[in-house]
């Protein structure tokens, strides 16, 4: 039995900076809202911004993919996926903008179960995807 293995996702800069600058908005916007004395606006700014701050906070510090002996997982801030490798049916480079649970643009799309597809950008690609390989080959019954 071989042990998990965690591959944290590749950021891109330009991301990085989108997200960061969400945080500075939102905190901004609680500032602003806070300023302005009334406690229900108070409170109301900080319902509203705080998903601003915590998310794209989460994602950053958050976005990884497992792979086990039998699964990938993957996590995205609040957001979780599960792929048995078995139902992995392809694995390929994508540049798609499609949404994902991946910080970059340097992706790979997978193909799994019933045309269902998931973007990853792990960090160390080649070590991922070799590792993920050997891992399927394992699951995959043996053909006679």
Do not use: C
Request: charged share 20%.
């Amino acid at each position: 039995m071989a042990a998990s293995l965690r591959f944290v996702s590749r950021v891109d800069g330009w991301l990085m900076a989108v997200l960061l600058a969400a945080v500075m908005a939102s905190l901004y916007a609680i500032a602003s809202i806070a300023n302005q004395g009334a406690a229900q606006l108070a409170w109301i700014g900080l319902l509203v911004g705080l998903p601003g701050v915590a998310l794209p906070l989460w994602l950053l510090a958050d976005t990884s993919y497992v792979l086990t002996d039998d699964s990938l997982r993957v996590r995205s801030g609040p957001f979780r996926w599960r792929v048995p490798l078995r139902e992995i049916r392809a694995v390929a480079p994508s540049r798609s903008l499609l949404s994902g649970p991946a910080l970059s643009l340097d992706r790979l799309r997978i193909d799994h179960g019933r045309a269902r597809s998931l973007l990853i950008s792990p960090k160390d690609r080649e070590r991922f995807l070799s590792e993920l390989n050997h891992r399927r080959a394992k699951t995959v019954p043996a053909h006679s």
